[in-house]
């Protein structure tokens, strides 16, 4: 019988694993783990770093007791390009031939140096007589995509499918047509990630270089505390007036008042582009930095609708998670959407 791929998400702080299974309609819990991920990441050319990262990786598989080596994996939004494009309705030979043409004006580096996807959405209705369709662009650096290749076939790993990282979250939070329009803000260590969900399909996304890092070096700065110091005071007390005066809060508030700017940016822009149809209704917030105490209120108070600290456990109705690790589910959403490729 044919063993079901996992899902591994490569962070930048973390890595994580999560492999499921399915008996009929029912998605079930096989295991996951998380293990620090090494400084030097994904980034380093050094092929020593290569050998040490996939160390890392085959322990963690080893100790999550994963008995297949067949592997999704994620890239990183700000190190890859997903757009979704406007163009008029043609045929899939004539998309073929006119996809290279689009991604010239969307994708900021030479065509030759990125591999390339697309996949047609759906046609909208326009002001103008000819009709429209939207069109899923990927673009991945050719460099990046042979970077991982090494790094897993180094930890006897085979890959069986390369996607970027919103298209994992929305497969793990929002994956049935009739979810209410939502904006999902992926909260990483480096950068968050912003996209809007209709119908079940992504119509906008948007990385910005803000994260928990920041957060964290905020605090860490005004307070005069070690990193790990100042990660602590985060997690534990947020955005709470209770402890400090409220004073940790006012630490992160220029960090996540520029964040707020660029998701009322995006708001702004559905709003705007698509009239007429379902308003936003919900923020759905993920990611490692979104656990923040009192982060999913501060949100709903300023923008105006409903806020909710997403897990991908409880929204899937996965069955057979312990309880410990549906208390980190915001950190796995992109290993669950991972996971979750096998039964698309």
């Known amino acids: ?50 050998q040490e990262m996939a160390q890392i990786i085959n322990k963690l598989v080893i100790d999550a007791k994963i008995t ?44 030759e140096t990125v591999t ?35 790094i897993l076939d180094l930890a006897g790993l085979n890959i069986v499918s390369i996607e970027t990282e919103i298209l994992s979250i929305i497969r793990g939070l929002v994956n049935t047509t009739n979810a209410p329009t939502s904006l999902i803000v992926n909260i990483g260590a480096m950068s968050t990630t912003l996209g809007i969900v209709q119908s ?15 957060l964290t070096r905020a605090i860490a700065s005004d307070f005069g505390l070690q990193v790990n110091q100042a990660e602590e005071y985060k997690r534990v007390y947020g955005l709470s007036d209770k402890n400090f005066g409220g004073k940790i809060g006012n ?13 009322k940016k995006a708001v702004s822009f559905y709003t705007e582009q698509y009239k ?21 209120v501060y949100f709903a108070q300023n923008l105006g609708f409903e806020s909710v600290l997403a897990n991908p456990w409880s929204m899937l ?13 915001q950190e796995y959403t992109v290993a669950v959407g991972l996971a979750l490729k096998e039964y698309e």
């Open 116 to 150: 390339l996807a697309w996949s047609k959405l759906r046609t909208i209705k326009s002001s103008l007589p000819e009709e429209k369709m939207q069109v899923l662009l990927v673009a991945a650096p050719k460099e990046l995509i042979k970077r991982y290749q090494t």
């Open 251 to 263: 630490a992160i508030q220029p960090i996540l008042t520029s964040l707020l700017t660029e998701i």
């Open 1 to 50: 019988m044919k063993s079901n791929a996992f899902g591994l998400d490569i962070g930048t702080t973390s890595i994580k694993v999560v492999w499921l299974n399915r008996e009929k309609n029912v998605i079930s819990y096989n295991t996951s783990l998380m293990t620090p991920t090494p400084i030097q990441g994904m980034q380093s050319e050094s092929p020593f770093d290569h």
């Open 200 to 214: 079940g399909q992504l119509v906008f996304n948007y990385s910005v270089p803000l994260g928990g890092v920041a």
């Open 317 to 329: 109705n996965i069955q057979g998670v312990p309880q410990q690790v549906k208390t980190h589910g």
């Open 68 to 111: 297949t080596n067949d592997v999704n994996l994620a890239l990183p939004e700000n190190h890859a390009f997903t757009k979704v494009i406007e163009m008029p309705v043609i045929s899939e030979h004539e998309l073929g031939n006119a996809i290279y043409w689009e991604a010239e004006q969307y994708i900021p580096v030479p065509l």
């Open 276 to 296: 007429g149809d379902s308003p936003i209704s919900q923020m759905l917030l993920t990611g490692g930095g979104a656990s923040l105490p009192g982060l999913a």
